[in-house]
């Protein structure tokens, strides 16, 4: 797969948000495209439960939301390299709220 999307958004996602979420991300699958998202709860998750064959899943740490991570051992799963300035320039770049991110985010 070359084509990417990503699928990330709120912790907050109601649950008919995340459903439908989930079934984009089974129909972007379907269209050929490849998932990359982090693991938080909500969105990021929501996104990952419609994906049944490999997504790039991106994380502050190895063990983060390990629990749900072991349900989708099909996904590739990185940590976040914290000497990637790009990956970092991106947050400033596309996050609407930036400074607003926890610990888990960079």
Known sequence: MSKFY????????????????????????????????????????AFAKGVKRAAQIW??????????SLSYPKHEYAVINTDDIDAYSSI?????KPKSLGHAAP
Not at 13 to 40: C, F, H
Not at 59 to 68: G, Y
């Open 6 to 45: 990503a699928g990330i958004g709120s912790r907050e996602t109601p649950e008919e948000v995340q459903d439908m979420m989930t079934e984009i991300a089974s129909y972007l699958e379907d269209k050929g495209y490849m998932l990359r998202s982090g693991n938080a709860n909500g969105a990021d998750q």
């Open 59 to 68: 994380l502050p740490w190895m063990e983060f939301n390990q629990w749900f």
């Open 92 to 96: 400033e770049k596309y996050h609407p």
